[in-house]
């Protein structure tokens, strides 16, 4: 075998995540309308290769318009839209309660550097009185999920005066990538990580004990307690039983991963171990809040509380906001300035929250998602009776998943067939999503979604999975 040097290894590997763009525009030529070439050469022409969406679909969607649960692209090409912006659009595309919002509001004020308005305060109220928190809690405001987040994990820094948190394999926090454990995004990075361990989520399809859930004894969560009382990995001091471990961070359900469902009892037995090694419970619900899951937070289908939360995505209804509630001692531990942005906090966004939190309570949209849910998972679980690609099915509310095998008994993903199926159906106008682990595709329509929409989406599933099954045989 010929040696290869490290500079020549690290070379030939980022060469192979640049963007091959002549490949992507021959496939643009061959394909797309007419106006869709147009706005993507111009794209491929002036905006950065490392935008994401070269990364979703054979090339990406130009939109011109999402209303409800459908999406529009500049040739009129209309779309079921089972991605919901990655969860961003729960109430739909431009709810009309949130654009009436945002149209009053921006006639009056759409930022000033921090400073709070009515609305603003409305909506720290609202947010304190939904938190799945323990007594008083308080609010802090971010741009985005990834800065909620890195708010949440300094401010646990900073109150317990410890460094490390322990995170999970496949979880994803954003940008900040030494939470993240995406080896793709992780090859972008140049800076040294944090004190941040990684360690087995529950993911019991591809349990990494080799356990069979319920007879598992949640080896999972027995792995991280273990690591915790015994001082010879390195997280307790055997000498003094220091522990430099401030918090563990977790979602209650792994989105980009491909919408990985642990089982209600991992969250208890982590809220037990924080409880009993003195460490705080970070809850990233930048994705599985605002009633995806059936419950308005994914926390609660364990029935237990954090001590910090961070809600984003479809907080606004679709514009940039985001926001940490944390316990109210944890939150005073800052002081002034300790964390800021110059449109943290902006009136629009405020306004566009609440609004957007009034639609989710009067419609009734979390027990919308609970039991739409649970129709569209019963369709999931008769296509996996129908096709032998289809390993598993899972989900929990409007979070559903499929997991593609070759195999069913070794369970070998088929990482070549996903991103097909997820082209066809592409294809066939309906919008689906591959998860980060390579061979699940993620849906999660707008929680407004009808029991039409649904079928429509099954039907197509089915036609786009056959069709790749044929290809294979």
Request: charged share 25%; glycine share 8%; with cysteine.
């Amino acid at each position: 075998m010929k040696k290869v040097s490290s500079e020549e290894r690290l070379k030939d590997e980022r060469e192979q995540l640049r963007l091959p763009a002549r490949d992507k525009l021959s496939i643009i030529e061959a394909e797309a309308g007419p106006r869709t070439k147009e706005i993507l050469r111009e794209a491929l022409r002036y905006e950065s290769y490392s935008n994401l969406y070269w990364e979703i679909f054979r090339f990406p969607l130009v939109v011109a318009e999402t209303r409800g649960a459908t999406v529009t692209d500049i040739d009129g090409n209309e779309y079921l839209d089972c991605t919901s912006a990655f969860s961003s659009l729960n109430t739909g595309g431009c709810h009309p309660k949130v654009v009436e919002a945002i149209k009053s509001q921006v006639e009056h004020s759409i930022l000033y550097c921090e400073m709070p308005n009515e609305t603003r305060i409305k909506l720290a109220r609202k947010l304190c009185e939904l938190a799945p928190i323990e007594g008083e809690s308080k609010v802090q405001w971010a741009v985005g999920g990834t800065h909620a987040v890195d708010g949440m994990v300094k401010a646990a820094r900073y109150y317990t005066e410890k460094p490390t948190i322990l995170a999970f394999l496949g979880g994803y926090h954003g940008g900040d990538l030494s939470l993240t454990t995406d080896a793709h995004r992780r090859s972008f990075a140049t800076s040294p990580m944090q004190s941040v361990y990684h360690l087995p989520y529950a993911y019991c399809y591809r349990c990494p004990f080799r356990a069979e859930y319920p007879s598992c004894d949640m080896q999972c969560t027995q792995y991280i307690e273990q690591l915790l009382s015994n001082t010879s990995y390195g997280l307790r001091d055997h000498r003094r039983d220091i522990s430099h471990v401030a918090a563990i961070l977790v979602e209650p359900i792994q989105g980009h991963a491909g919408f990985v469902i642990p089982p209600i009892e991992f969250l208890r037995e982590l809220r037990r171990i924080c409880d009993d090694y003195r460490l705080l419970l970070l809850d990233d619900e930048v994705q599985t809040g605002m009633g995806r899951s059936g419950r308005f937070w994914g926390i609660e289908h364990s029935g237990v509380k954090a001590d910090m939360v961070t809600a984003g995505k479809s907080l606004a209804g679709g514009e940039t906001y985001s926001a940490i509630i944390g316990k109210s001692e944890i939150m005073e531990s800052w002081g002034p300035g300790a964390w800021t942005g110059t449109h943290v906090g902006n009136h629009l966004g405020a306004a566009a929250s609440l609004a957007n939190l009034k639609v989710i309570e009067s419609e009734r949209l979390v027990d919308r998602a609970a039991q739409i849910g649970k129709y569209f998972l019963k369709g999931l679980k008769d296509l996996q009776e129908k096709h032998e690609l289809i390993g598993d099915v899972s989900g929990r509310g409007l979070f559903l998943s499929v997991e593609f095998v070759k195999d069913r008994r070794t369970k070998e993903p088929a990482f070549e067939e996903t991103p097909k199926v997820e082209h066809e159906a592409w294809k066939r106008k309906l919008l689906v999503s591959k998860g980060a682990l390579g061979n699940r595709i993620q849906l999660a329509p707008p929680l407004i979604v009808e029991k039409d929409h649904v079928d429509r989406a099954l039907e197509i599933l089915d036609d786009s999975i056959a069709q790749v099954e044929h290809r294979t045989q």
